[in-house]
């Protein structure tokens, strides 16, 4: 996906769709935000690293309560664990990532420094 991120095409949204259910799982009442935004937004905030109140606004994008919502529902029940673990495994076969190497941040230690 190089360049601005415009939402998952209809290929790139079948190597996920399989993994959310086809049924409101909110039972009555008002119809739920298609998984398809809700996903749509959430890589748009992995990418640009932009705030919840930064989403974009339009039909393909959930609104950021929304799309912060079901993050947070998906980390509970193992939905983005499953997600992550269906990226990894794709850019895997693809040859994407070299597991010889890897980054470590550490702008977020708690070590105060020498001393």
Known sequence: MPGRFEGLNDL???LFEDIFPTKNPRG????????????NSLIYILISGCRWCDLPKGKIWAS????????KKWKEDGT???????ILAIADSKGLINWNYGA???????WKGRG
Do not use: C, N
Not at 28 to 39: A, I, N, S
Not at 64 to 71: D, I, M
């Open 12 to 14: 790139e949204w079948k």
């Open 64 to 71: 950021k309560s929304s799309a912060h919502r079901w993050l």
């Open 80 to 86: 983005f664990e499953h997600l992550q673990a269906r």
């Open 28 to 39: 009555k009442g008002m119809p739920h935000t298609p998984f398809r935004y809700v996903l």
């Open 104 to 110: 470590i941040d550490g702008s977020f230690s708690p």
